[in-house]
C-alpha cells in the first residue's frame, strides 16, 4: 500500500496533463508542453527580469483557458473528496457525503444570496450556509447518539429541497443572473481563472493536510461514544470536523457549483483497496478524488464536441448508479462505515 500514493500522484499528473490536451480545439502533447513551460517561464521573468521570447502556438489555449479548468477540477476534487471521507467518519455513516446530505445545496444558497448583497459576500455567505447546513442536517439525523442511514437521506433530502427551492426564487427575481443559475446548479469550470485556482488550491491542500495531520482523531471517532475513554475531546473535534467539511465544501460551490457523488464515490472505492485506517486512506481519497473530477471534466468536454456539457451532469451519471448500488448493500446489511 505505500506505492498506491506515488502511483496516485503520477495518476494526478497524467490525468492534469490529459486534460489540457483534451478539448473542443485539438492539440498536440507538443502544443500542451510548450504552452505549460512558457507560462513557468513567464512566471519566473517577472523575478529574474529574462525576457521569456516569442509565446508559442495555442499558449493562451493551453495556460489561460484549460490549465486554470483542469487545476481547479482537481483541486475542487480533492476538497469534495477529503470532506467526503470525514463526513462518512463523523456521521458514522457510509452514505454521508456534502452532496447527499445537502451542505452543497445550503452553500449554493449561500451565495445565491450573493446577488442580492453583492459579490463581496459571495464566500462568506457559502461558508455560512454550509455551517448551518451541517448543524441543520446534524441535528434532525441524530437519535440517541447516533446518525442512522434512513434519517440522515431524508434530513439530507429535505434540506436539500428547502435550500434549492430558496436558491431558485432567489434567481427567478433576479432574472438577469439566471445564468450564473445554471452554474452553481450543474457544476461548470469554464471560465475558471488563475484567482479562483489559488484560492482554490489553498483551502484544499490546507484542509486536506489538516485532515491528513489528525488522522488519530478520525479513527476514534468512529468508535462515538467509547473515544471518550480513549482521551478523545469528541465534541470539540466534532465541531472541528464539521468546520472543514463546510469550508471545503462551500469553497467548491463558490467557485464552480454543485458537483455531486465525488465525495461519495472516492472514499468507497480507496477504502476497499485500502481499508478504513484514515492514515493512509485520506491523502489517497483526496488524489483519487482530484483524477476522478479531472476526467469527469475530460468526459464534459468531449461526448458532445463542440458543446461542453456541465460537469455536474456527468458526475451524476457516475455517482448515481453507485449510490443505488450502496443503498442495495445497506438493505441487504453489507454496507458498514
Excluded at 500500500?1 to 494526478?12: D, G
Excluded at 463526513?87 to 452553500?107: C, K, M, T, V, W
Excluded at 483524477?291 to 468536454?301: E, G, K, N, S
Aim: aromatic letters at 12%; a positive charge; one cysteine or more.
Amino acid at each position: 500500500m505505500r506505492k498506491l500514493i506515488p502511483l496516485l500522484l503520477i495518476l494526478s499528473l497524467v490525468s492534469i496533463l490529459l486534460g489540457v490536451y483534451t478539448g473542443p480545439v485539438s492539440l498536440t502533447i507538443h502544443d500542451v508542453t510548450d504552452g505549460i513551460l512558457y507560462g513557468f517561464s513567464v512566471m519566473l521573468s517577472r523575478f529574474a527580469g529574462v525576457n521569456p521570447g516569442k509565446a508559442p502556438r495555442y499558449f493562451s489555449i493551453v495556460w489561460e483557458i484549460r490549465l486554470p479548468e483542469v487545476l481547479l477540477a482537481y483541486f475542487v476534487g480533492l476538497s469534495l473528496s477529503s470532506a467526503g471521507v470525514v463526513s462518512q467518519a463523523l456521521f458514522r455513516n457510509p452514505l454521508a457525503d456534502p452532496y447527499i446530505i445537502g451542505i452543497s445545496s445550503g452553500a449554493a444558497f449561500g451565495a445565491a444570496l450573493s446577488l442580492i448583497l453583492g459579490p463581496i459576500y459571495m464566500a462568506p455567505l457559502s461558508l455560512l450556509f454550509a455551517l448551518i447546513s451541517v448543524f441543520v442536517v446534524y441535528t434532525l439525523s441524530r437519535t440517541d447518539g447516533k446518525i442512522p442511514v434512513d434519517t440522515l437521506l431524508l434530513a439530507g433530502i429535505a434540506y436539500s429541497f428547502l435550500a434549492n427551492a430558496a436558491t431558485w426564487y432567489v434567481y427567478v427575481t433576479h432574472p438577469h443572473n439566471a445564468h450564473i443559475a445554471w452554474t452553481w446548479l450543474l457544476g461548470s469550470f469554464n471560465g475558471a481563472d488563475w484567482r479562483e485556482v489559488l484560492i482554490m488550491m489553498t483551502v484544499s491542500l490546507s484542509g486536506c493536510g489538516f485532515i491528513t495531520w489528525r488522522w488519530r482523531e478520525l479513527n476514534l471517532i468512529l468508535l462515538g461514544e467509547e473515544s471518550i475513554a480513549l482521551g478523545l475531546d469528541l465534541h470539540l473535534y466534532r465541531k472541528i470536523f464539521l468546520g472543514v467539511i463546510a469550508t471545503l465544501t462551500a469553497f467548491s460551490v463558490y467557485t464552480s457549483g454543485i458537483i455531486g457523488f465525488i465525495g461519495l464515490v472516492s472514499p468507497h472505492i480507496l477504502r476497499l483497496i485500502i481499508g478504513p485506517n484514515h492514515r493512509e486512506l485520506v491523502p489517497a481519497t483526496a488524489l483519487f478524488g482530484g483524477t476522478l473530477l479531472v476526467t469527469a471534466d475530460m468526459l464534459a468536454r468531449t461526448i458532445a464536441k463542440p458543446m461542453v456539457i456541465p460537469v455536474g451532469i456527468i458526475t451524476s451519471f457516475m455517482g448515481a448508479p453507485f449510490f443505488i448500488y450502496l443503498l442495495m448493500k445497506h438493505k441487504r446489511g453489507e454496507l458498514v462505515a
